[in-house]
């Protein structure tokens, strides 16, 4: 009789793979029919995400100020902003946009991204400004979502700002003025 | 510069699972297809093939980078010449068109065509931030990244520019699911009504569940040759070919920023006038500048001056109903601004088809003939390409063959456009089929 050898074993843990079917056949010829085998596999990670030349937009935000940016050299204004124009490629200054604009067009999410679900519904509105070329991408606040209607598009919209800033493009909203 | 054909193609069952298999034999499944269709060998593609080319959207659907090179080796075509195209929803698209440069540069007689996505592999609402994840990360994913809601927002400006309705969005959807009933390669195959799409659970107003495509697992194949390269493939298989001939390609862009396009003039296709369109501010957010672009590019390299009277079918894509609807505008099938007339008037319904619908201009040039993208499914790095493929079996007149149903093949088709398109208008591309043979 073989000797009995203790291996060293791995001490087990109560964490692991998440099974969610492991059929095995008698015969392996009929492998080939065997179901999948799924297994979860978590990925997080966390990026350090710079702002770079855009960096004065969020500074702006935390001081109550909505800035972008205009070319010096052909006038072109921006909602968003931009470092370099678009049309001329010159560097843009920066400038404070009104408080007040104009819903361009909108939507209520009722479902989103994982990370916004929670958020859900929330309404997403391009403000227009007479005066500014392009556009802006916020929320509207302060309204019910389910009286969603065209009418809202050309409603008159005030910006505010979160007191204690998050340094993303949230930290303005919009509300009807 | 040659000839370029599209010889032949492959589509696997577009499924919203395909946990049998990984991507590799899911291409090779669209891949044998092309093979079995010209009756050509494994072995004898492997010597014939010049180079190839494959398209995968995203890196993090599948958690897999170079999964371009893994789907080359498992097709047998090492060690020749491969590249990854990506650029979005158009990823297809852009795949089709680095697949006729190769042949059309005068480089390749033969280049194969692959592209996937397994979007199955995350919850539907990760797939989603993983597609928003393709808008600005600094100003537009964080205020609330989904792109049904940036495409909403598109269709609320077009309502109000346009007065474009909800119905009329609908009526996309009763179309593109009724037609998708006689496409067994299709994952959605109903037949609905325009109550159907309005009372489905609300996404992003005003786009309902049934406005939108649904993700997918799924592979499409095309082979391109040129003249040099069919008398080759004829030679191998003892057959004669059925080619459809690429007659024009054409590409275009916009800010990916949608808050960043501007309000101008309207790019003029040959039959339009500046005075169309004279309180027109253009492109905005209500139209795809993109992909008016790519249209007059393509209908110019095509000597197409006429586009609805000169195609005799359309493959878009309508990931949305309602960028359907913008696409006919962008695509010259009528005047910016009357989509939702054109899609009430039933011009882009198949004809000989009871969608239930009183329909006077029914069958004047199909669009989605297939079902497109909203029936089918969006597996988008093969997206494209299935557009291709469905496209090439219309101009051979196969279509009954491949879908066991001869319902969808429209009668003497000589002529169809194809457009594939990204993220809200960004990457949008056209290209031209015409049967060669």
């Known amino acids: ?177 | 510069m040659p000839d370029v054909y599209v010889v032949s193609g492959g589509v696997s069952k577009f499924a919203k699972a395909r946990p049998d298999r990984t991507f590799q034999p899911m291409v090779k499944e669209a891949y044998d297809y092309l093979l079995d269709d010209i009756g050509l060998d494994f072995t004898q593609a492997v010597e014939l093939v010049d180079g190839t080319t494959s398209s995968y959207f995203s890196d993090h659907f599948g958690r897999q980078l170079m999964g371009g090179a893994m789907a080359t080796d498992y097709l047998g075509m090492c060690p020749k010449h491969n590249k990854r195209i990506e650029g979005g929803g158009a990823t297809g698209g852009l795949n089709f068109q680095a697949g006729w440069e190769g042949v059309a540069s005068g480089r390749f007689d033969i280049v194969l065509t692959y592209g996937w996505e397994t979007m199955s592999h995350v919850n539907t609402w990760k797939g989603n931030e993983f597609i928003a994840l393709a808008s600005d990360v600094s100003f537009d994913y964080p205020v609330g990244g989904f792109y049904s809601g940036y495409y909403a927002m598109m269709v609320t400006r077009h309502m109000k520019e346009f007065g474009t309705t909800v119905e009329q969005l609908a009526l996309v959807s009763v179309k593109n699911h009724n037609n998708a009933f006689h496409n067994p390669y299709a994952q959605k195959r109903k037949r609905i009504t325009i109550e159907d799409v309005r009372n489905s659970t609300m996404v992003a107003w005003p786009l309902t569940l049934l406005d939108i495509c649904v993700m997918s697992d799924g592979a499409a194949a095309v082979l391109f040759a040129n003249e040099e390269g069919i008398n080759k493939l004829e030679k191998a298989t003892g057959r004669s070919m059925k080619p459809t001939k690429v007659i024009g390609v054409g590409g275009g862009m916009d800010a990916m920023r949608m808050a960043d396009r501007p309000h101008g003039d309207v790019i003029l296709l040959p039959h339009e006038k500046a005075e169309d369109y004279k309180d027109l501010k253009y492109p905005g957010v209500h139209s795809f500048r993109s992909g008016r672009n790519a249209s007059k590019e393509a209908y110019k390299m095509a000597g197409i001056t006429d586009p609805i009277n000169e195609l005799d079918f359309v493959e878009l894509h309508d990931a949305y109903t309602s960028s359907e609807i913008q696409t006919y505008e962008d695509m010259g099938l009528c005047k910016y601004g009357e989509g939702g007339g054109f899609v009430e008037r039933g011009a882009p319904f198949m004809p000989g088809v009871d969608y239930g619908y009183d329909l006077p201009e029914q069958g004047k040039i199909p669009v989605n003939p297939s079902g497109g993208l909203i029936a089918c499914g969006h597996p988008v790095g093969a997206t494209g390409l299935m557009q291709a493929v469905f496209g090439h079996w219309q101009c051979q007149g196969t279509i009954a063959d491949h879908f066991g149903d001869p319902t969808l093949q429209i009668k003497d088709a000589k002529r169809g456009a194809i457009h594939s398109h990204a993220g809200t208008g960004t990457y949008v591309t056209v290209s031209i089929l015409e049967k060669g043979f």
Not at chain 1, 78 to 102: I, S, V
Not at chain 1, 166 to 176: A, E, M, R, S, W
Request: hydrophobic share 35%; with cysteine; glycine share 6%.
């Open chain 1, 1 to 177: 009789m073989a000797e009995k050898k203790n291996y060293y074993k791995i001490p087990e843990t109560d964490d692991g793979t998440i099974l969610f079917n492991v059929p095995f056949p008698e015969d392996l010829k009929q492998l080939k029919d065997m179901a999948p085998i799924l297994i979860k596999q978590p990925y997080h990670i966390d990026y350090l995400h710079s702002y770079g030349q855009d960096s004065p937009f969020f500074a702006g935000l935390a001081n109550g100020k909505l800035l972008s940016n205009k070319c010096p050299k052909c006038g072109y204004t921006y909602g968003t902003p931009r470092m370099h124009c678009m049309y001329c490629g010159t560097e843009c200054d920066w400038f404070e946009l009104p408080r007040e604009g104009y819903i361009h067009c909108f939507t209520v999410c009722h479902f989103g991204s994982e990370e916004f679900l929670p958020e859900t519904p929330f309404i997403l509105i391009l403000v227009e400004w007479p005066e500014v070329d392009t556009l802006f991408l916020a929320r509207l606040v302060d309204v019910d979502p389910a009286d969603a209607s065209i009418d809202w598009v050309g409603m008159k919209v005030r910006a505010q700002f979160k007191r204690l800033s998050k340094f993303k493009p949230t930290d303005v909203y919009f509300v009807p003025a």
